[in-house]
Nanobody, 126 residues
Framework: QVQLVESGGGLVQAGGSLRLSCAAS????????VGWFRQAPGKEREFVAR???????????NYADFVRERFAISRSDAKNTVYLLMNSLKPEDTAVYYC????????????????WGQGTQVTVSS
């Protein structure tokens, strides 16, 4: 049974930082690209960041424009875990953050992902 479990969310003041973790089990983790998405109340789920599988030891990352230069995605295949370091947080970053895994090559659309975690709440106060 495949499981993705997010952790690390919480309440933080604007300008602060959080590091989210996504721990995977039940799948060959290194074969999957992993993305982070978020969903704020009343809004659609949106892409945040993605990290590829290893290609000769190199991982490729992509970010939504609204988090570029503030967030950093990384992974440890040895620990079956993906991280999202979020710096300079803003109130508009408040949302439930989800990690998801896809074995396919597409990564920007939520519908392309095969497995999802349950989400972790991030709240940024002004």
């Amino acid at each position: 049974q495949v499981q993705l479990v997010e952790s690390g969310g919480g309440l933080v003041q604007a300008g602060g930082s959080l590091r989210l973790s996504c721990a995977a089990s039940g799948l060959t983790f290194s074969n999957y690209q992993v993305g982070w998405f978020r969903q704020a109340p009343g809004k659609e789920r949106e892409f945040v960041a993605r990290i590829s599988w290893s290609r000769g030891g190199t991982y490729y990352a992509n970010y939504a424009d609204f988090v570029r230069e503030r967030f950093a995605i990384s992974r440890s295949d040895a620990k079956n875990t993906v991280y999202l370091l979020m710096n300079s947080l803003k109130p508009e970053d408040t949302a439930v953050y989800y990690c998801a895994a896809t074995i396919g090559s597409s990564w920007s659309e939520a519908k392309k992902y095969d497995y999802w975690g349950q989400g972790t709440q991030v709240t940024v106060s002004s």
